[in-house]
């Protein structure tokens, strides 16, 4: 079992900046793909930036270039430093773990909310 612990959202101006972070926790062993999606209200969850399977980063065009994706491999964790934000990103964000054999975990989401 992996537990996925997500910090860091809150509410900002339009223009601010973030940072979130997640950690995985449990029976980790070597983790696939680790990285943020969000969800806006009656939704499906879509994808802001994760670390795949190659070590590479997938990331949305809305994030690119506003939005960074860093890790810490040696204690499971990722972070994302959102910058220039605004009122459209609000949203609940999701920390995703994928492992080897599939499975997925997520964390229980964060609220992100940019006032204009």
């Known amino acids: 079992q992996v537990q996925v612990a997500e910090s860091g959202g809150g509410e900002v101006q339009s223009g601010g900046s973030l940072r979130l972070s997640c950690a995985a926790s449990?029976?980790?062993?070597?983790?696939?793909?680790m990285g943020w999606y969000r969800q806006f209200p009656q939704k499906p969850r879509e994808l802001v930036a994760q670390?795949?399977?190659?070590?590479?980063?997938s990331t949305s065009d809305s994030a690119r270039g506003r939005f960074a994706l860093s890790r810490d491999n040696a204690k499971n964790t990722v972070h994302l430093q959102m910058n220039s934000l605004k009122p459209e990103d609000t949203a609940v964000y999701f920390c995703?773990?994928?492992?080897?054999?599939?499975?997925?975990?997520w964390g229980q989401g964060t609220p992100v909310t940019v006032s204009s």
């Open positions: 995703r773990v994928l492992m080897p054999n599939g499975y997925e975990y």
């Open positions: 449990g029976s980790v062993g070597s983790i696939y793909s």
């Open positions: 670390f795949t399977g190659d070590g590479s980063i």
